[in-house]
């Protein structure tokens, strides 16, 4: 009888195996839909966010509409200082820009990534919102924008960016043009 000269695996060592193959494949099921759903949530607290500062920002302006814009700028100012916030501008009823947190200045461009027309939120909804990735001259912006109208957008929008969480399974975001 000749004796087979191949690597012997016990039962015990295949049954181990197995096991923490299995083991392994459900740990990382299970971190892939955790990390799915910390970026749905982190990504919904921030868009909730920004809702509410750019809703009580369009409020204030309709309060304050045919005065002086300066008044709402401490507003802006004390609002752009909330964690999560990236930047908050207003825009007239031409698309121009009123005011704005952004620094040095307001790049150009921004205005037209998530316009907002009158009218054009339906009853069921408040604001829109658009995942924003800007490439503008001071370089990339990745943002949640939100834009509220200011009296139904006759008077203009007011648009909140709120930080985006960044996920590598997040699904693909509005890019500017270049």
Do not use: C
Not at 43 to 68: C, D, P, R, V, W
Not at 83 to 95: Q, S
Not at 117 to 135: A, N, Y
């Amino acid at each position: 009888m000749a004796k087979s000269k191949g690597l012997k695996i016990g039962v015990a060592l295949k049954l181990v195996s197995i096991t923490v193959l299995v083991t392994a494949g459900v740990a990382l099921a299970l971190s892939f839909q955790a990390s799915m759903r910390l970026a749905e949530n982190t990504a919904a607290e921030f868009s909730s966010k920004g809702e509410a500062i750019a809703l009580s920002l369009a409020a204030a302006m309709e309060q304050n509409a045919g005065s002086n814009v300066s008044m709402v700028q401490g507003l802006i100012d004390s609002s752009k200082v909330i964690a999560g916030v990236k930047y908050i501008y207003i825009l007239d009823r031409d698309g121009k820009t009123m005011v704005h947190t952004l620094s040095p200045a307001f790049p150009a461009g921004l205005e037209k990534t998530n316009p907002l027309s009158v009218g054009e939120i339906s009853r069921g909804q408040r604001v829109k919102r658009l995942d924003l990735d800007f490439e503008g001259p001071g370089g990339a912006l990745h943002a949640i924008d939100v834009a509220a109208p200011i009296s139904g957008g006759a008077l203009g929008s007011v648009h909140g960016g709120s930080r985006s969480p960044s996920s590598p399974w997040s699904a693909p975001s509005a890019r500017s043009p270049r």
